[in-house]
């Protein structure tokens, strides 16, 4: 646990009187990619608004070492965590370009900048392609990278990926998921992946955790619960 680049440590918290989180413990290795899986309603989305700074919490988080306690969201995206949330977040009222504008707005290493741009329209030509167009002209998919690329382009030393695969075809979500491989292994991003698609995201990352109704039913090497028949049946639904 020591040399972990973010760490959850008894995470405790909820909605008002509505407790969610019943101390949550997990931890992402500085550049692995991290399956959080469970059934709707478990607290995954929970536990990505608790990192963030979304929602008040008890017990402890640390990224890089340093608690993120009592610290502001602005202040958490500034240490190098960007959130890609549940539903993208999308501005479908501007364009390509004004939404991967905001993801480098705070940025002040203007050529980085522009070489990251370049690396983002690599990884999604087809942003490149509609990048003057009104965001809402895109498709699901294409809207889904666009949260991506706009992610990336603030920099991210971690990124917190809210179910990128929802909504989406097969094949697309396939595309993604090699995209966010890539970008993992090219740009030493690491990965917190909640999905409800256990199967690919297994696939993806190299450690899983399973929550259920806000606890840890069951972790380990994302490689050993594809083999475990009765965590899949009991657990990830295939
Ligand atoms: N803003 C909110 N206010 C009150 N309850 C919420 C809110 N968001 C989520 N919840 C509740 O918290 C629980 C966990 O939700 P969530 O973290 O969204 O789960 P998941 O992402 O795993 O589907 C659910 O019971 C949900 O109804
Ligand atoms: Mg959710």
Redesign the pocket.
Known sequence: MADAFLELENVHC???Q?S??HGVTLSVPEGGIVSLL????????????AITGG?RWLGDIRFAGRSLRGRHTEDIVGEGIAHVP?GRGILTELTVDENLRLGAHRRKDRDAVRKDYDRVFEYFPVLKERRRLSASTLSGGEQQMLAVARALLMKPRLMLL??PSLGLAPLVVRSIFEIIRTINQTDHVAVLL?E?NARLALELSTEAYV?E??RVAVSGKSAELQGQESVRRSYLGY
């Open positions: 909820g909605y008002g509505t969610v989180l469970g059934a709707n309603g478990a607290g995954k989305t929970t536990t990505l608004r929602v549940e809210d179910e909640v409800q929550l109704v806000g």
